[in-house]
T-cell receptor
Framework: QKEVEQNSGPLSVPEGAIASLNCTYS??????FFWYRQYSGKSPELIMS????GDKEDGRFTAQLNKASQYVSLLIRDSQPSDSATYLC??????????FGTGTRLQVFP | EAGVTQFPSHSVIEKGQTVTLRCDPI?????LYWYRRVMGKEIKFLLH????????ESGMPNNRFLAERTGGTYSTLKVQPAELEDSGVYFC?????????????FGPGTRLTVT
């Protein structure tokens, strides 16, 4: 079992819809949770971080964390074609290395 | 503020040769990490420096890989001799030791191809 699991996709959503990306992790001592966006051939770009249970909103992005279920999600409202990328979920255990999932490819079509 | 930079962006070498990758972290970031993504797999941790000291090198594949960070600024990752399975994208990331959000910022990566 991988430490961080993501559906590889692709997840296809129409422009203007909500894209929902999901991630589960296996180590209960994980403390910090991150979503990175990676365009093809580019570096991972940090878009959201979350540390406590509940929702965290930043613009069109909402991260959700449920430590009891070991589940992290990212919602993208009003999806745009420019949001088409691979979204990487990563976790760590306090100032430690990041453990990544394989990423979910999101396609937003006009 | 400049981001994390890496050099070269691409490197193609033959099996048995040596390659040295360089990473310049964000200015003032004492934490420096090396990661690698092999085709079709997830990004995996290689090692972590705090200033010039190796904090965690549990992800280094074998002793053909040598990382240094003399002076606590830029870091180099040398692969000697390179093998075919070393091909992949090598990412460097940095974070601020003084911050408690543990956010890591990634460089553009070096794509290494060993033929």
């Amino acid at each position: 079992q991988k430490e961080v699991e993501q559906n590889s996709g692709p997840l296809s959503v129409p422009e203007g819809a909500i894209a929902s990306l999901n991630c589960t992790y296996s180590d209960r001592v994980s403390q910090s949770f991150f979503w990175y966006r990676q365009y093809s051939g580019k570096s991972p770009e940090l878009i959201m971080s979350i540390y406590s249970n509940g929702d965290k909103e930043d613009g069109r992005f909402t991260a959700q964390l449920n430590k009891a279920s070991q589940y992290v999600s990212l919602l993208i409202r009003d999806s745009q074609p420019s949001d088409s990328a691979t979204y990487l979920c990563a976790v760590n255990k306090i100032a430690d290395k990041l453990i990544f999932g394989t990423g979910t490819r999101l396609q937003v079509f006009p | 503020e400049a981001g994390v930079t890496q050099f070269p962006s691409h490197s193609v070498i033959e099996k048995g040769q040596t390659v040295t990758l360089r990473c310049d972290p964000i200015s003032g970031h004492d934490n420096l990490y090396w990661y690698r993504r092999v085709m079709g797999k997830e990004i995996k941790f290689l090692l972590h420096f705090v200033k010039e000291s190796k904090q965690d090198e549990s992800g280094m594949p074998n002793n053909r890989f040598l990382a240094e960070r003399t002076g606590g600024t830029y870091s180099t990752l040398k692969v000697q001799p390179a093998e075919l399975e070393d091909s992949g994208v090598y990412f460097c990331a940095s974070s601020d030791l003084g911050q408690t959000n543990y956010e890591q910022y990634f460089g553009p990566g070096t794509r290494l191809t060993v033929t």
